[in-house]
């Protein structure tokens, strides 16, 4: 059973922290790695795509990859208390007949200003 | 309309009735995807389906029926459901264009279920 496992959390951080969400995967010959940010009541939104080892900064968000290690990860700097949300972390699985994305729990976090 | 669009964004219903889920994607994508939301639980995938066809059924009961008509809509036909079918039902479509960048997803808003 391919996983994708996630620290549920609550992670809590003070407004201008620096927030880091982890996530490791089982499946070795997965390409694409996702985080989706999901509010309370919303549906998750695509916040970063990383496909490569190391870093890819987007504003405030940093995800990190190490497919050795199969271990993703999201940094987000000046954390605000918009962004207390479930992060979904995300992970493609090849199909014979196509790609699936399995996802992890979430973790929640709390942002206190 | 943009996006994916996802009607109604609530329903209620009974164990004897039978209800429809509707889902348009209006970004040109070749797949589209089922997925339900329960509390505490991780987004389980119910169904896949690939220019039309059906690709995958993730061992889903036949309580729930999909029908995908064309590449831009999908259908979740919903009958003598129990209560614990309560949760949120999540459309997704992927652009299945080439290179890894294709296997992004993207969520309508949901519809959130509720069985009596």
């Known amino acids: 059973q391919k996983e994708v496992e996630q620290n549920s959390g609550p992670l809590s951080v003070p407004e201008g922290a620096i927030a880091s969400l982890n996530c490791t995967y089982s499946d070795r010959v997965s390409q694409s790695f996702f985080w989706y940010r999901q509010y309370s009541g919303k549906s998750p939104e695509l916040i970063m795509s990383?496909?490569?080892?190391g870093d890819k900064e987007d504003g405030r968000f940093t995800a990190q990859l190490n497919k050795a290690s199969q271990y993703v990860s999201l940094l987000i700097r000046d954390s605000q208390p918009s962004d207390s949300a479930t992060y979904l972390c995300a992970v493609n699985s090849e199909r014979q007949a196509g790609t699936a994305l399995i996802f992890g729990k979430g973790t929640t976090l709390s942002v206190s200003s | 309309e943009t996006g994916v669009t996802q009607t109604p964004r609530h329903l209620v219903m009974g164990m004897t009735n039978k209800k429809s889920l509707k889902c348009e994607q209006h970004?040109?994508?070749?797949?589209m995807y089922w997925y339900k939301q329960s509390a505490k639980k991780p987004l389980e995938l119910m169904f896949v389906y690939n220019f039309k066809e059906q690709t995958e059924n993730n061992s889903v009961p036949s309580r729930f029926s999909p029908e995908c008509p064309n590449s831009s809509h999908l259908f979740l036909h919903l009958h003598t459901l129990q209560p614990e079918d309560s949760a949120l039902y999540l459309c997704?479509?992927?652009?299945?264009?080439?290179?890894?960048?294709?296997?992004?997803?993207?969520f309508g808003p949901g519809t959130r279920l509720t069985v009596l």
């Open positions: 970004l040109g994508h070749n797949a």
């Open positions: 990383i496909y490569s080892n």
């Open positions: 997704a479509s992927r652009s299945g264009a080439g290179g890894l960048s294709g296997n992004e997803q993207f």
